[in-house]
């Protein structure tokens, strides 16, 4: 039995291996695409006005301090709304990345992912604080992203990999199989950014709770 756990084990390691080795470029490619969004939403945040960046300063303060007082976070209301974005943005780009003009775009929401990551690390940094301000992110930003960002990599890639095979090869049988193997990774990547929107609920809400002291 440990036998056939181990040999599994190895075979999804091989597996993962082998696609990533496949697919360096695209990946190498959507990776640099989040990580200029992330650069450009920290410099937005620094080219603010002073009236601005008071104004998202007060909202994050104002914020801390209710938790402060005792005032607690609607987490159901929390997980609905996440569940609803995270379902909406996988439909979304499942919808466009089985479209041959669609690539800009899923390329277009990767990079936008990454303008918002970088601008509210950025915010809430300027706002309180280094110290604060990472430990802030850490306790309701960083769990679900570790999910979240991976996801949207995959999700991208796998857009790309069906507009490849898609122009390589357009004879209807290989485009159908090429949409079912889009279709049943992005059930599974769906998934994942469901468990990301109850981790962002529940555990980084939890997370924040127990450190609100600390800001």
């Known amino acids: 039995m440990r036998e056939v ?13 082998r696609h990533i080795y496949d697919n360096i470029k695209l990946y190498l490619i959507v990776i640099i695409i ?23 300063q007060n909202y994050i303060i104002e914020f801390i301090n209710l938790l402060k007082q005792g005032n607690s976070i609607d987490t159901g209301q929390l997980l609905k709304k996440s569940l609803g974005d995270n379902i909406t943005l996988i439909i979304i780009m499942w ?18 992912r990454g303008f918002c ?18 430990l802030f992110f850490f306790t309701t930003m960083f769990l679900h992203n570790l999910i979240f960002i991976p996801v949207i990599i995959c999700m991208t890639i796998s857009c790309m990999r069906l507009y490849k095979s898609i122009m390589k090869d357009k004879r209807r049988e290989n485009i159908k ?15 994942l950014l469901v468990l990301a929107a109850f981790i962002e609920a529940y555990v980084s809400t939890n997370l924040l709770m127990l450190s609100i002291k600390f800001f």
């Open 177 to 191: 199989i090429e949409i079912i193997r889009h279709t049943l990774i992005s059930i599974v990547l769906g998934l």
């Open 117 to 134: 990551i970088g601008y509210s690390v950025s915010a809430i940094i300027a706002s309180i604080g280094v110290q604060k301000g990472i």
């Open 5 to 17: 756990r181990k040999r599994q084990k190895n075979n999804i390691k091989e597996l993962i291996s």
């Open 34 to 56: 989040l990580v200029v969004g992330i650069i450009a939403g920290v410099v937005f945040v620094n080219k603010t006005s002073a009236e601005e960046a008071q104004e998202i």
């Open 95 to 112: 919808l466009i990345g089985s479209t041959v003009i669609g690539i800009p775009i899923v390329m277009g929401i990767v990079l936008f």
